[in-house]
């Protein structure tokens, strides 16, 4: 739900049997993963907590970036549509199943074009997400070669979440949805053990 936290989460990870509920579906066949991209709050919490819910729930069923709902979607499609995905967050996600930015949903789009959905991120940022997920979309795997991220990391460095004041907070823009098919036409700081856990997975 939106009251959802980091450090609850981490604590809920460690009872067994949630362990192992990460890996069932809900009747729309989507898996704790899905659930967490799609919730309201993620736009708001801090990139790096956002980071290691994702890492927490994908250390326990790693296929979930991977997994489509009934609607053809991916994490990283409801990610785009919802969130305000950062280098790191795309990369945890992409690590785990590199063919997940190309997957087609019901409506014909990837997540490229997905986070032309999203109301909560200017159109700068997410002209700068769609155009590396365009390139993951095919090479994936190529690009995360490069683990400091070069260029496209550069591109998302100005994607971290701005200060709360009112100077800052990020204008609601209308959604400009486009599909795949158009493409052929044109911190809450947390002290638990797994932050360790999470630095080690991402360096190998």
């Not at 069932?24 to 819910?53: I, Q, W």
């Not at 490229?112 to 991120?121: F, Q």
């Not at 260029?151 to 460095?157: G, L």
Request: charged fraction near 30%; charge should be negative; aromatic fraction near 4%.
């Amino acid at each position: 739900n939106s009251t959802i936290t980091g450090p609850l989460l981490m604590k809920v990870l460690k009872i067994a049997r949630f362990q192992l509920a990460v890996r069932e579906p809900d009747v729309a066949a989507r898996v704790p993963l899905h659930a967490l991209c799609l919730n309201p709050k993620l736009a708001s919490t801090k990139p790096r907590m956002v980071s290691k819910m994702l890492r927490a729930l994908l250390r326990h069923h790693k296929p979930a970036a991977g997994l489509v709902d009934q609607y053809g979607c991916t994490p990283l499609h409801y990610l785009c549509m919802r969130g305000r995905p950062t280098w790191d967050h795309v990369k945890v996600l992409l690590k785990a199943d590199p063919t997940a930015a190309g997957v087609v949903d019901e409506t014909g789009r990837i997540p490229a074009d997905s986070i032309w959905l999203n109301t909560v991120m200017p159109e700068n940022q997410i002209e700068a997400v769609s155009r590396f997920l365009l390139k993951a979309s095919t090479n994936a795997e190529e690009l995360l070669k490069n683990e400091g991220g070069g260029s496209d990391e550069e591109e998302f460095d100005h994607l971290e979440h701005p200060d709360d004041s009112a100077d800052n907070a990020v204008q609601p823009r209308a959604a400009r949805p486009r599909t795949i098919l158009e493409q052929d036409d044109s911190e809450e700081e947390d002290q638990d053990e797994d932050e360790d856990e999470d630095e080690d997975e991402d360096e190998d």
